[in-house]
């Protein structure tokens, strides 16, 4: 009777193949989480330019609904006007550079290269009759190369239709996140449990601020830096001052590596005129980066997240690598926000830490 109900019990014991066993369920458990983990680096790896597209995107309407709020607080109209406003005026100052000043900045882009041309060739063969240099090389193939190699997701929108296309489709994707935030933004929720929506909605609603002050001061930057370069460079006859000052605008979104780009051409641009030419496109690019790291960063910084000079620049480094010029351009907004995520679930176990533990009644 023994050797009996010991056979039918294992009869009916879990097998090796069998998910009831509790041993078996935790490594599949363990190996599903190695092959989720697997699939989704893969799908970020094949999918970064739309990824990165969508992300570009948010920010631009983190950028529309800023504009929006900050319109609200001198016209008192319904949202929708407010936002119609902020999209009228971003048009039209695209036309107006485009149209009014396209065909200046595109005889200076083609002047512009030229110049840098010549002048990295000059400062090559100045290393040379010092010593400093020995290889040859060409400079246009550097830049040629230089230009080619910003990153596998560039190399998909390298072209000049491709670029358009990519800006056409965040600039429309913003319009329609602005339009309706809290739409998307509850059907992100949904798609959650229960218990995390509440989570979710506030490191939501953290996250939207942060990218709206952050793009506030990204665009208040551009605008002081390019019209300064531009009325600073034009008031001394340094050619192609308009080009230099939109550049410099334009490379402000890009902290670091865009004041360092927009200040060499500067001084090349500079010293193919003159030595003293060169010199004060040097003062210029000083008193320009002081004045907007000194007055203008802080500020940001006191009402956003204040993210560190090295982690910004490093950031930009690997995303850049990984992603192109993409990447490099939405480093800061994508840290800001990873940044925001790891503060609010650092706030929330702290929470949870402080509750006192659940009493157990005695039996």
């Not at 023994?2 to 294992?10: L, V």
């Not at 600073?232 to 402000?252: Q, W």
């Not at 000194?294 to 910084?301: G, L, S, W, Y």
Request: charged share 15%; proline share 4%; glycine share 10%.
């Amino acid at each position: 009777m023994t050797k009996q109900a010991s056979e039918q019990s294992e009869a009916q014991a879990p097998g090796p193949s069998e998910f009831r066993d509790p041993m078996i369920r935790n490594e599949m458990k363990r190996a599903g989480v190695w092959i989720g983990l697997v699939i989704a680096v893969a799908l970020i790896a094949l999918l970064a330019h739309p990824i990165l597209l969508i992300l570009g995107a948010i920010v631009f309407a983190a950028g529309l609904d800023g504009g929006t709020r900050l319109l609200g607080r001198v016209l008192p109209i319904g949202r929708g006007w407010r936002l119609a406003i902020v999209l009228l005026t971003i048009i039209a100052f695209l036309t107006w550079v485009f149209i009014s000043a396209g065909n200046q900045l595109a005889e200076q882009a083609a002047t512009l290269q030229t110049t840098i041309l010549t002048q990295v060739d000059r400062l090559i063969l100045w290393a040379r009759s010092q010593g400093l240099l020995q290889a040859d090389f060409d400079p246009a193939q550097i830049l040629n190369y230089a230009m080619g190699s910003v990153g596998r997701v560039t190399a998909a929108v390298s072209s000049v239709v491709g670029g358009l296309t990519a800006l056409f489709m965040i600039f429309i994707l913003g319009i329609y996140l602005a339009i309706e935030p809290r739409l998307y933004e509850r059907g992100v929720g949904w798609l959650m449990p229960q218990s995390e929506r509440s989570h979710f909605y506030e490191i939501s609603a953290t996250m939207g601020k942060t990218l709206r002050r952050l793009m506030a001061g990204r665009i208040l930057g551009m605008l002081v830096e390019g019209v300064a370069t531009w009325v600073m460079l034009g008031l001394y006859g340094i050619p192609m001052a308009a080009l230099l000052g939109v550049l410099t605008g334009l490379l402000v979104f890009i902290p670091n590596i865009g004041a360092a780009i927009s200040g060499i051409l500067m001084v090349l641009v500079g010293f193919s005129v003159s030595v003293d030419a060169g010199l004060y496109c040097l003062v210029v690019y000083f008193v320009v980066q002081f004045v907007d790291g000194n007055i203008i960063v802080p500020m940001i910084a006191k009402r956003t997240v204040d993210l560190a000079p090295a982690l910004v620049l490093g950031a930009q480094i690997l995303f850049g690598a990984l992603f192109g010029l993409l990447g490099l351009a939405l480093a800061d907004p994508i840290i800001a926000m990873i940044k925001v995520f790891l503060e609010k679930n650092a706030e929330r176990q702290s929470r949870n830490s402080d509750l006192p533990a659940p009493s157990r009644k005695e039996s």
